[in-house]
């Protein structure tokens, strides 16, 4: 056996004129057995994983990279500062919040970054590979070159290979050639690593694995990419936080030149104004988004569903369409035959061993497994082994059947399974057989029943053995869960293969309501509406001009079908005037939502279907399986590969199932929806936080020259605030019962009287604390009590929409954050830590101050939600 190494392994295009006879013995392997489990463990050692190196960043880069921004930036300055002016105290505090910051968005995105590895793990694909002589199904990232390893339709080629035995394979190369088409393989020819078999079924010998194949650094630049992305509530969310941002800095900008004006010390002033910025904008945010969705991702496996595009989870939150597929999502994806019907005097007996000889039992292919079951339970005694599969071409949506080449001692023939109009159409039977066969396939298709097809073909004519009935019966659960989805303003549309019958069989028996409707009837463009209306005119046309008032019907048709043609020929769907085609696109968004169960569709259909329904404004999550599907899975807002899905499904999905059926779609909705109210109370939360901080420090700064607190204080404040807001991520909160979607005047407009409610709130105790005499000192300690007690009060007004002492609780996970820093900062406070103390009676008058002010709060948000809704502005 030749010895492969790192350094005389060629290239993959290089074994383009190669046969394949040598490029086994090159690669040390063997066309009947592969290789040995001996061999392959050497070479994966040698060659290492078949996967793609993603260049990860170093943890030293992770650690120094919460050190370098904008943000961080202004907190070392401001320690800067501090030591230039000898605050030794509010140095160390800085450094404190530096650090603890740093630390804990590293220690959550770790966290976060983690979590998504493990889940990702799960989603590692398989690959059947001949060893010592048997085949099995290891995980792609374990082959090696020299692997003789079986590919079919659907699946991503793991390794950059040479195909050896089999027809043909249509491959695409779009995601890394770029070529429109897919493209026709012959036995010999190479295909590359993360193309997606289109067609067919072929051996091929591995050439190059993970980072010798021709694309991986390609492939890595696109992983990239896709880690890169963010979700529509993501990037609200980041620009509420710009806005904040802009908004402090404009507001700190004036008091800087205010102080100076007065001649206030200038390092001083500047030190203060950094640390106020820090304090008021949103620091916390990206650990909140990361912790959040960390916390979803993990949850969401728990319900057998994988998340291999993170912010997907958010997506969901607005879904307000579910496409399905039917086989195996609304349906048990168990086969069972029923029933089987034999032609002119066959057996069944005979229609098994030729429906078993049509079949590779290794493809595990769902109409293929229970033909096998059948076979053995009714007919154990079938002599296959006296029969050789010398040939297959596997099933595919175009020919809908599959063939095998059978040689049976001196016998040589054709064994096909398939859609009965496929092989009926392939008979010499007469017309009336023809007509029976037929009816007989529509009356199992009105039961719901697939009906499939076998006959044997020699020298060219195919005898018809039978057709086996096989039946898909709906899960159990499925009908329930469909009512659930719309009681949560989600509908659901079925989307499937099967024929109308069938299609609205099963859709009634699940209660989906709508019209069903073939595929084909959406194609229909405004250029035939067109054409149809110029025929009408032109014969209404003709019989106005003819005056002795006997129209020839045959010259008006006549001239009715010239001016049709030449309206056909000058005017196609693209010189139609926008208004036209806007008026028939209107229509077919009309029809599409009044649909509930589309039949007879081909996967181009599918991507249609989604285009037209997000044209009408909805968000869609759209079920999928197999490798034609993909499109549609991309362009869905939420695409969900199904638990028997093919790699290329999978690759294109942003949630991949492990369990059958609608349950996992339907708690990932809800998962979302907790995941999206999390994100909006804290929005709220901040925002409302931010003006009640920033405007009132302006305005006791710049009209009363007053420091309400010390750089000292908010520094601590800060650190008190942003350390339990990350228990955000952990709180109770209602599944709302529609789709959500952001609100900008509702978020803007309820939080903006949350924080001028705070503000007055502050001012009026300024008032009464200067009324009383109280020292400049004294009065900044009992504004830190006052601040600290009374922000964390806020999220409780903003983390739900009724009143504050309603369901649902919060978690106690956030009580406990939230309350335990209050007590911390009351027991600063008390005993004058960096501070002057305001003793424990006065400490009990800002708890029950602040408090008062947390009631009055709820009061302002419920009347804004109360204002809003008579405006017409809630949602």
Not at 102 to 107: C, H, L, S, T
Not at 460 to 473: F, K, S
Not at 734 to 759: C, E, F, H, Q, Y
């Amino acid at each position: 056996m030749a010895t492969v190494t790192a350094t005389n392994q060629r290239s993959t295009d290089n074994y383009q004129d190669s046969s394949t006879d040598d490029t086994i013995e090159a690669l040390g392997s063997d066309r009947s057995r592969g290789l040995t489990a001996e061999v392959a463990e050497r070479r994966l050692a040698q060659f290492g994983p078949n996967e793609i190196e993603e260049h990860e960043e170093p943890t030293w880069h992770q650690v120094f990279r919460r050190f370098w921004g904008p943000i961080p930036w202004m907190i070392e300055i401001a320690a800067i500062l501090s030591a230039v002016v000898r605050r030794w105290e509010d140095f160390v505090i800085i450094m404190v919040m530096l650090l603890v910051n740093a630390g804990i968005d590293f220690f959550q995105e770790h966290r976060a970054l983690n979590a998504v590895k493990a889940l990702q793990s799960a989603l590692a694909t398989q690959t059947t590979v001949l060893r010592d002589g048997e085949w099995a199904e290891i995980p792609s990232k374990d082959l090696v070159p020299g692997d003789i390893i079986r590919l079919k339709i659907g699946d991503i080629i793991p390794a950059d290979v040479q195909l050896i035995d089999g027809a043909y394979l249509l491959v695409d190369q779009s995601s890394l050639t770029g070529e429109s088409l897919p493209v026709s393989k012959d036995p010999g020819g190479v295909a590359y690593s993360k193309t997606i078999v289109k067609q067919g079924e072929m051996t091929a010998v591995v050439l190059n694995t993970g980072r010798n194949t021709n694309f991986h650094s390609m492939v890595a630049l696109v992983v990239q990419a896709e880690k890169e992305e963010r979700s529509h509530f993501q990037q609200m969310v980041i620009r509420i936080g710009d806005f904040l941002i802009a908004i402090t800095v404009f507001l700190v900008l004036i008091i800087i030149a205010v102080g100076i004006a007065r001649g206030q010390d200038t390092v001083e002033l500047i030190r203060y104004a950094l640390v106020l910025t820090i304090a008021a904008i949103p620091v916390a945010l990206p650990a909140v988004l990361s912790v959040t969705m960390a916390v979803g991702a993990v949850n969401l496996a728990k319900q057998q569903a994988i998340v291999s595009r993170l912010v997907a989870i958010e997506e969901l939150a607005g879904i307000d369409i579910l496409c399905s597929d039917k086989t195996g999502t609304l349906t048990k994806n168990e086969m069972r035959v029923v029933n089987p019907i034999t032609v002119d005097g066959h057996t069944e007996k005979e229609l098994f061993l030729y429906a078993v000889l049509a079949s590779r039992r290794e493809n595990h292919d769902p109409i293929e497994t229970p033909i096998f079951d059948y076979a053995a339970e009714h007919f154990p005694d079938l002599d296959l082994d006296s029969y050789e599969q010398v040939g297959f071409t596997p099933f595919d949506p175009i020919r809908k059947r599959t063939e095998a080449q059978i040689v049976h001692g001196a016998e040589h023939f054709s064994v096909i399974k398939g859609a009965p109009q496929v092989l009926l159409g392939l008979t010499t039977l007469d017309d009336d057989t023809l007509q029976h066969l037929d009816e007989l396939v529509s009356g199992e298709a009105s039961k719901g029943y697939r009906t499939i097809a076998v006959g044997r073909q020699t020298d060219g004519t195919l005898d018809l053995i039978g057709l086996i009935p096989l039946i898909d019966p709906p899960r159990d659960d499925s009908g329930a869960l469909i009512a659930d989805l719309r009681e949560h303003g989600v509908d659901v549309k079925m989307i499937t293969g099967d024929n109308l019958a069938i299609a609205k069989e099963i859709g009634h028996t699940l209660g989906l309501d709508g019209e069903a409707i073939r595929s084909k009837d959406l194609a229909a463009g405004g250029s035939e509406e067109l054409v149809e209306l110029a025929r009408v005119l032109a014969d209404a046309i003709y019989e106005q001009f003819d005056k002795s008032g006997e129209v020839d019907k045959v010259a008006a048709q006549r001239f009715a079908d010239g001016v049709a043609e030449q309206v056909a020929d000058h005017f196609s769907t693209e010189g139609l005037t926008k208004g036209f085609i806007t008026s028939h696109e209107s229509q077919l968004i009309e029809l599409v939502e009044r649909v509930g169960i589309f039949a007879e569709v081909v996967p181009a259909d599918k991507y249609t279907i989604v285009e037209t329904l997000q044209k009408g404004r909805h968000i869609v999550a759209m079920t999928g399986d197999g490798v034609n599907d993909a499109p549609a899975l991309k362009k869905a807002d939420a695409g969900v590969a199904v638990s028997n899905a093919t790699d290329a499904a999978r690759a294109a999905a942003d949630i991949v199932l492990t369990a059958p059926g609608l349950s996992v779609i339907d708690d990932a909705i809800r998962l979302a929806r907790i995941t999206f109210e999390r994100m909006k109370s804290y929005t709220l939360f901040r925002v409302a936080e931010t003006i009640r901080i920033i405007v009132f420090m302006f305005l006791a700064i710049v009209a009363f020259n007053f420091f309400p607190v010390t750089a000292l204080m908010i520094i601590i404040l800060a650190l008190l605030n942003d350390i339990p807001i990350l228990a955000i991520a952990y709180d109770n909160t209602k599944i709302d019962k529609d789709p959500v979607r952001w609100s900008m005047p509702t978020l803007l407009i309820t939080s903006s009287t949350i924080g001028l409610a705070g503000v007055v709130s502050s001012f009026l105790l300024f008032f009464i604390l200067i009324k009383m005499g109280y020292s400049d000192a004294f009065i900044q300690s009992m504004f830190f009590a006052k601040l600290v007690i009374a922000g964390h009060g806020t999220i409780y007004n903003t983390r739900a929409e009724g009143w504050f002492w309603q369901k649902p609780y919060p978690s106690w996970v956030l009580f406990t954050a939230t309350f335990s820093t209050r007590i911390i900062g009351t027991l600063i406070a008390v005993y004058g830590i960096f501070m002057v103390p305001i003793g424990w009676d006065k400490a009990a008058l800002m708890w029950i101050y602040a408090l008062s002010w947390f009631v009055f709060n709820d009061f302002v948000k419920m009347g804004t939600y109360k204002a809003l809704r008579r405006w017409n502005l809630y949602a």
